[in-house]
């Protein structure tokens, strides 16, 4: 199967692996406590979020530059 775009992708991903963990993020070595963690689930809804936020401020089809702070907050 090939993905046109990243959004695709991103959209097979959730349907095929939903809750399973994406991403965790660790601190300072501290396996002892619990950490944030993203799924398939979580990152999709949270692009499709940002798309929508896009179009409603008129960048459908322009290019834009998202910077993000680290971590998952």
Same mark, same amino acid.
């Not at 990243?6 to 963990?21: F, I, K, N, P, Y």
């Not at 993203?38 to 999709?44: E, G, N």
């Not at 179009?55 to 680290?70: D, M, R, T, W, Y």
């Given at each position: 199967?090939?993905? !046109?775009? *990243?959004? %695709?992708?991103?959209? !097979?991903? %959730?349907? !095929?692996? @939903?809750?399973? =963990? +994406?991403? &965790?993020?660790?601190?300072? &070595?501290?396996?002892?406590? !619990?950490? $944030?963690? *993203? %799924?398939?689930?979580?990152?999709?809804? &949270?692009?499709?979020? =940002? /798309?929508?936020? *896009?179009?409603?401020? /008129?960048?459908? /089809?322009? $290019? =834009?530059? *998202? =910077?993000? %702070? $680290? @971590? +998952? /907050?």
């Amino acid at each position: 199967m090939t993905t !046109e775009t *990243l959004t %695709s992708l991103l959209m !097979e991903r %959730s349907d !095929e692996l @939903g809750d399973a =963990v +994406l991403y &965790r993020q660790l601190h300072d &070595r501290d396996l002892n406590r !619990e950490h $944030p963690s *993203l %799924s398939y689930t979580d990152l999709d809804k &949270r692009a499709r979020a =940002v /798309g929508q936020w *896009l179009q409603a401020k /008129g960048c459908k /089809g322009q $290019p =834009v530059l *998202l =910077v993000f %702070s $680290p @971590g +998952l /907050g």
